[in-house]
C-alpha cells in the first residue's frame, strides 16, 4: 500500500500508530534552512538575518515552527507549507459552487434568516487573513498595544522582526516557557504561586478591566441575542454590531419574550460582519455609535 503525502504527514506525527518507516515520508519531519528562511515561494528569497535550526519542525497550524538565532538572540520562525493557497483557492472554488446551489435551493423555513453566498465570501475571506503571515504580525502587535493600553503587564506578546518577516515566513521572539503543573520550575522562578494560580485559574481577569467591553458581532441572530443578554445580565459592557439594531431583542428562549434590548452597557453598532469598515468601527474606542 502507498501512502501519499498528506497522509504521511498526519501519521509522522501520530508515533502511537504505523512504525515510522512506514508512513515517514523523506520530504518531511524536516524542512530545510534555505526553506525556512525564505519567502516559501515558488522563487525563495533568503532572509540572511535568521539563521535556522530546521532539523525539529513543531507544528504550527497552516506551517511549521523552527527556531534559530538573528543576532545572536533565539527566534522562533513560523513557515507556511509550500502551496498552501493554491489548496485553497482550489478548496473554495469548489464550496462557491455549493454556496450558489445551497442560496438557490434551500426551502427550509429559516433560509431568509442566511444568505449561503455571504457567508461563503466572509469565511473565504477570513481564511486568506490566517495565512498572511503579516497581517498575523500586526495582530499581535494590535494585540499587545490593547493589553498595555488597559495596564495589563502580565501577558507577554512576543516581539515581531518585521525586517525577517514576509507573507508567508513570521519570525518572532522566542519566548521560553513551562507547564504551570511543574511546580518545580514554579518554585524555582521564584513565583508566587497564589497569585498565578488566581490569575490563571480566573477567566474573568481581562474583561472586568473598566475600561473594556465585549463585541458580539450579528448580535441579532439567535446566538447573538443570547451572548448580549448573558454579558448584561453580568453587568459587563457589550458592543453590538447589527445589520438593524431595532432587531436586538431579547433572547426567547432565556427570557420568554423578545423585547427590544436597552442598556446603558449596551452600544449599537449598524454593519455587516463582512464589511471591514464596519468591523473596525466596533473597535473605535469612543466612536459614535447608533
Request: net charge negative; glycine share 6%; charged share 25%.
Amino acid at each position: 500500500m502507498r501512502v501519499t503525502k498528506p497522509e504521511s504527514e498526519w501519521l509522522d506525527r501520530r508515533e502511537e500508530l504505523p512504525p515510522s518507516n512506514f508512513c515517514r515520508d523523506p520530504n518531511v519531519g524536516g524542512i530545510d534552512d534555505s526553506a525556512a528562511a525564505s519567502d516559501a515561494g515558488d522563487t525563495c528569497t533568503p532572509l540572511p538575518e535568521v539563521d535556522v535550526n530546521a532539523t525539529q519542525p513543531a507544528p504550527g497550524g497552516f506551517g511549521f515552527v523552527v527556531l534559530g538565532t538573528r543576532d545572536g538572540e533565539r527566534v522562533a520562525v513560523k513557515v507556511q507549507r509550500p502551496a498552501l493557497k493554491e489548496l485553497i483557492d482550489a478548496d473554495l472554488k469548489n464550496l462557491n459552487v455549493l454556496a450558489e446551489l445551497l442560496y438557490r435551493l434551500d426551502n427550509s423555513p429559516d433560509s431568509m434568516l442566511r444568505d449561503w453566498r455571504e457567508i461563503f465570501e466572509s469565511n473565504a475571506r477570513i481564511i486568506y487573513e490566517e495565512i498572511d503571515y503579516i497581517a498575523e504580525g500586526k495582530n499581535a502587535k494590535r494585540f499587545d498595544d490593547s493589553l498595555k493600553a488597559v495596564g495589563i503587564d502580565y501577558v507577554k506578546v512576543p516581539e515581531v522582526f518585521w525586517e525577517a518577516t514576509t507573507p508567508r515566513v513570521l519570525t518572532m521572539e522566542f519566548v521560553p516557557s513551562f507547564k504551570l503543573t511543574d511546580i518545580a520550575q514554579v518554585e524555582a522562578q521564584g513565583l508566587d504561586r497564589n497569585l498565578l494560580a488566581t490569575t490563571a485559574a480566573c477567566s474573568n481577569a481581562l474583561r472586568v478591566q473598566p475600561s473594556m467591553s465585549v463585541a458580539v458581532f450579528g448580535a441579532t441572530g439567535l446566538t447573538g441575542r443570547e451572548c448580549t443578554h448573558q454579558l448584561l445580565g453580568r453587568n459587563i459592557p457589550v458592543r453590538a454590531l447589527c445589520r438593524d439594531p431595532a432587531g436586538l431583542l431579547t433572547p426567547m428562549g432565556s427570557t420568554g419574550k423578545e423585547d427590544p434590548v436597552e442598556s446603558d452597557q449596551l452600544f449599537k453598532y449598524k454593519g455587516s460582519v463582512t464589511n471591514a469598515d464596519d468591523v473596525e468601527k466596533v473597535f473605535e474606542i469612543g466612536r459614535a455609535h447608533v
